[in-house]
């Protein structure tokens, strides 16, 4: 992993009323690094993606993206700046191509008005497809995004988020609900996004031999306080880490 870090999570906590989600929460996404958030259901994952999305606003702490601040920002501000997020399915236009979504995603990107994509089909043709090669969609092309199985789905999904030009991806659950051989898929573009591209990806992810196959570096949240935050081979010897993870399930062993 590079040494430099992109985007550092400084203090954060966040509280739903008398419930505190995120407890001084430190974490720092080096630049290019593939970096696993994992830990048991309810220790404040999501929440913790969401704050740096700026879908929701830290109580306090602060988030910083190279070098400045953007904690609490609109989430169009956040992704504008290069923190994108994998988009929610209603964010595909179900009834256009897979093709046309990514070249939307593009046409937004470049400041060109969607209606010139009627006139101009072949408008950054290419790049789309640069999108769709690294996604591996390339021959799903011409289909029609509403009609996508729900791992080609989440890989049009990528591909939309990549079109912004982001420098950071944060993934959450990106496998939910997937058969192994999907899942395998998704780790094999994250990686290829990542080696590819340069992009930095922060990921949760409950299949731990995932994570510690593609990542460089993970962070353990528990009851929203950070418990671990190492290489895999150091977290996985990790005797709080295994307690917690032994300690809820036996199926959820780290070996
Ligand atoms: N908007 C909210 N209002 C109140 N409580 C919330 C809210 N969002 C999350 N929580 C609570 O905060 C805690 C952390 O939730 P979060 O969704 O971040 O966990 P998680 O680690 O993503 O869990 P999972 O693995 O199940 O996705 C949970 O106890 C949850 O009930
Ligand atoms: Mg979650």
Redesign the pocket.
Known sequence: MSSTTILSVEGVGKT??G?R?LNDVTVKIGEKSIHALI??????????INVISGRLTPTCGRVIFRGESIGGRPAHETARRGVARSFQITSIFGSASVFENVQIALLAQNGLCTRMFSESRSLLRDEAFSFLESVKLVEQANRVAGELAAGDRKRLEFAIALAGNPRVMLLD?PTAGMSPDERTIIANIIQSINQERGVAVFF?E?DIDMVFSIANRVTV?HQ?SCIADDTPVAVRMDRRVQEVYLGEDENADLY
């Open positions: 739903f009323g419930f989600a830990g048991p259901n309810g220790a404040g994952k999501s929440t913790l659950e949760t409950h949240l929203g």
